[in-house]
């Protein structure tokens, strides 16, 4: 699979969790990519996600910059 085409895939993976209400709780990069832990308001189920491409890495961090600018709005 190309990169682009696995970019799309992992970021429609967040999107689609983001959608599910879930939240990006922690974020763990490492050289492999990075595992994202997602959590939804009490409720003990964690979803992990591992990504693998820059491209979703770097939406990744924009998600989690506008999930922590809604909580001060």
């Known amino acids: 699979?190309?990169?682009f085409l696995q970019a799309v895939s992992e970021?429609?993976?967040?999107?689609?969790?983001l959608l599910q209400q879930y939240q990006m709780k922690?974020?763990?990069e490492n050289l492999e990519g990075a595992l994202i832990e997602f959590k939804k308001f009490n409720h003990p189920e964690i979803q992990e996600l591992h990504i693998g491409?820059?491209?979703a890495?770097?939406?990744?961090?924009?998600?989690?910059f506008e999930q922590v600018y809604k909580t001060f709005i």
């Open 53 to 55: 491409t820059a491209d």
């Open 11 to 17: 970021i429609n993976k967040i999107d689609e969790l």
């Open 57 to 64: 890495r770097k939406y990744a961090s924009v998600k989690v």
């Open 1 to 3: 699979m190309s990169d």
């Open 26 to 28: 922690k974020i763990t």
